[in-house]
C-alpha cells in the first residue's frame, strides 16, 4: 500500500508539472502567435474532456452497436442538439453583418465562422467515412480516441496511429486523383441555413436527432441485453483500494476535482463551451484525423522519403515554417498531453500494450482505413461528423449515415472475431 501511495503521488506531481509545462509552452506561443496559442490550450481542454468524461464521439456509436445500449449515443445526440443551437446564434449573428459561408465568398468578403465544415458531397466524402468507420470499429477509438488514448498510456494504439499517418498519405494521393476525375464533378454543397433560414434549420436539426434517439430506443428494446450492459468503453474511474492510493485520494473533495468523471450533461456543455471559444477566437472548426497529414509527410521527409507529388503541395508549403508552427498539429500535440494530464493528476495514468500480436494486422488496417478516409472526406468523426452538423453543413449529416453504415457492416461481420468488437454473454 505504501509503495502505490508513493507511485500515486509521483503521478501527481508528473501531471502538475506537465499542465505547468504546457501552460508555459502556450505563454510563449502567445508571444509568438496568439493563434497557436489558442489551438494548443483548445486541444488540452478538449483531450482532457473527452479522457474525463462518459461522452465519447466512437464509443457512444460503438457501443450502440455492439450492445444495443443508446445512452452514450444519446450523449452525443445531445452534444450535436446543444452545439447546434450555440453555433446557430454565433453564425446568425456574423451574417447580419454580412458574412457569408466560406465556400460562397468571393475572397473579399467576411465569412461565417466554422463554415470552412460545410464540404461538398462528393464519392470522396461517402467512401471516406464509410471507410472511416470500418477503421474506427476495428480499433474501438477515431483519431481523437487514438490520440487520447496514447495520452493515457495505451500504447496499443501508438500502432494504429502510425498507420492512421501511413494512411493520410495515401489519403492525400487519391484525393487528388478523384478532385482531378470526372466522378468528383459531380458533388452538392449545401448550407443549411441558404434554404430553409436559422430557425429552420434548427428546429429540422432536432427534429432529425428526436427521430433517431426514438428509433434508438426501440432499437436497444429489441437488440440490447435483458440484464447488465456490457460497458466496452472504459474502466470505472472510481477510486478503489487496489488501484489507488487511499490516503491521497481518500477524501470527496480531492475525487471530486481530479478523479471523478463528469456526467455527460456536464460533458457535453463543456465542450460547447470550448467549442464556442475556439469558433468565436480562430474562426475554424475542429479537426483530429485530417491534419494528421501534416505531421505524416514532416516525418516521411525526415527519413528522407519525399513526398514530391503535386498532391502534396498546399502541405509542404505549409511545412515550410515548420511542424510545430501548424495549428492543428498543435491541437493533436494538445490532446495528448491533457489525456496525459488527467491521468496523472488522477493517479490512473500506466504504461499497457492492449495488443494480442495476432490482431496486429485488424489495427494496422484500422489506422490505414481512418488515415485515407478522414483525407478522402475532409474530416473524420469530430472534423466531418460533429463540426459538419453543429456548423449546420448537410455534409454532417451524410457523413452520419455512411459512418454509421460503415461501423454496422463492420460490427455484424467482426462481431466475437476480435477483441474490440465483443459479443455479449448471451450471444456466447
Not at 455492439?66 to 454565433?90: D, H, P, Q, T
Not at 465562422?113 to 461538398?120: E, Q, W
Not at 447488465?228 to 485520494?249: A, G, M
Not at 495528448?336 to 494480442?356: D, H, P, Q
Request: positive net charge.
Amino acid at each position: 500500500m505504501e509503495t502505490n501511495h508513493k507511485g500515486t503521488i509521483i503521478k501527481v506531481v508528473l501531471g502538475i508539472l506537465l499542465l505547468l509545462g504546457a501552460l508555459y509552452y502556450a505563454r510563449i506561443l502567445f508571444s509568438q502567435e496568439t493563434t497557436l496559442a489558442i489551438f494548443i490550450l483548445s486541444g488540452l481542454g478538449l483531450g482532457y474532456i473527452v479522457t474525463r468524461s462518459e461522452v465519447g464521439m466512437a464509443t457512444g456509436f460503438m457501443d450502440f452497436f455492439i450492445n444495443g445500449n443508446r445512452k452514450r449515443l444519446y450523449g452525443l445526440l445531445m452534444l450535436f442538439g446543444i452545439g447546434a443551437c450555440v453555433v446557430a446564434i454565433i453564425h446568425f449573428q456574423t451574417a447580419l453583418s454580412g458574412a457569408v459561408p466560406q465556400y460562397v465568398s468571393d475572397g473579399s468578403q467576411q465569412t461565417i465562422p466554422g463554415t470552412s465544415a460545410v464540404s461538398p458531397i462528393n464519392f470522396g466524402l461517402i467512401l471516406g467515412t464509410f471507410l472511416f468507420g470500418v477503421g474506427l470499429s476495428l480499433n474501438k477509438g477515431c483519431g481523437l480516441g487514438t490520440l487520447r488514448n496514447i495520452g493515457y498510456g495505451k500504447m496499443r494504439h501508438m500502432w494504429t496511429l502510425v498507420f492512421i499517418l501511413i494512411g493520410t498519405l495515401l489519403g492525400q494521393r487519391l484525393t487528388y486523383q478523384l478532385d482531378y476525375s470526372a466522378i468528383h464533378q459531380y458533388e452538392v454543397q449545401l448550407y443549411l441555413p441558404l434554404e430553409l433560414g436559422y430557425i429552420g434549420t434548427v428546429l429540422l436539426i432536432l427534429v432529425v436527432l428526436s427521430v433517431i434517439a426514438f428509433f434508438a430506443r426501440r432499437y436497444e428494446k429489441k437488440h440490447g441485453p435483458k440484464d447488465k450492459i456490457n460497458d466496452i468503453t472504459f474502466p470505472k474511474l472510481t477510486p478503489t483500494k487496489d488501484n489507488v492510493s487511499q490516503p491521497l485520494l481518500s477524501s470527496s473533495l480531492l475525487t471530486t476535482l481530479f478523479v471523478r468523471r463528469w456526467s455527460r450533461l456536464v460533458s457535453v456543455i463543456l465542450i460547447t463551451i470550448l467549442l464556442t471559444l475556439f469558433l468565436l477566437s480562430t474562426g475554424e472548426p475542429f479537426e483530429v484525423t485530417s491534419p494528421l497529414v501534416y505531421p505524416a509527410v514532416w516525418l516521411s521527409e525526415l527519413i528522407g522519403v519525399n513526398q514530391v507529388h503535386p498532391a502534396f503541395g498546399d502541405v509542404r508549403e505549409a511545412l515550410s515554417s515548420g511542424l510545430f508552427n501548424h495549428p492543428n498539429t498543435l491541437f493533436n500535440l494538445g490532446i495528448i498531453l491533457g489525456a496525459a494530464i488527467y491521468g496523472l493528476t488522477s493517479g490512473r495514468f500506466n504504461f499497457v500494450w492492449e495488443m494480442k500480436w495476432k490482431e496486429s494486422g485488424y489495427f494496422a488496417l484500422s489506422g490505414l482505413l481512418m488515415g485515407s478516409g478522414a483525407v478522402l472526406a475532409s474530416g473524420c468523426i469530430v472534423g466531418a461528423l460533429y463540426s459538419g452538423i453543429v456548423n449546420l453543413s448537410l455534409s454532417g449529416w451524410v457523413v452520419f449515415a455512411s459512418m454509421s453504415l460503415g461501423m454496422y457492416v463492420t460490427v455484424k461481420i467482426m462481431k466475437g472475431r476480435i477483441s474490440t468488437i465483443t459479443k455479449m454473454a448471451e450471444e456466447e
